[in-house]
């Protein structure tokens, strides 16, 4: 997307000024001044930058808003969706784990391989292994 977009680095995340929703009415009603009242514009902000700048920003902001909310619902569908299969695979483990106690033929292979994942935790074992 470049040149369109620009990434910062967390410096200047960190440093620079940032707009708010109280900024914007500000921003917005100064942009109107600026244009109205140009000759308390000091000579070295282009009217013509702000105002792009502002068109950007009032272009984005929305467009941002929305794909905020999209990758909040994603987010949240994935890991709906992670929670279900993990506690469909403890579920599987489990099963496998019975059927390995009593000999259950191919258990004890598939067990001894999937409890390697418990293992790596470094604690005692839960009622899930």
């Not at 921003?27 to 902000?45: S, T």
């Not at 993990?86 to 784990?97: E, F, I, M, P, T």
């Not at 001894?112 to 292994?129: A, C, H, I, Y």
């Amino acid at each position: 997307m470049a040149p369109h977009v620009i990434a910062l680095t967390p410096e200047q995340r960190k440093t620079i000024p940032k707009m708010s929703d109280g900024t914007e009415p500000f921003v917005d009603k100064v942009m109107d001044y600026a244009i109205n009242n140009a000759e308390f514009l000091p000579p070295f902000v282009s009217q013509g930058e702000l105002q792009k700048d502002w068109n950007a920003t009032s272009n984005l902001l929305p467009l941002l808003r929305m794909v905020d909310q999209i990758k909040d619902n994603m987010s949240d569908t994935a890991m709906l969706a992670g929670s279900e299969a993990y506690v469909g695979a403890l579920s599987y483990y489990n099963s496998v784990k019975q059927a390995a106690k009593v000999n259950a033929p191919d258990a004890k292979a598939i067990y001894e391989d999937l409890r390697k994942r418990f293992e790596k935790q470094g604690r005692k074992p839960s009622s899930n292994e």
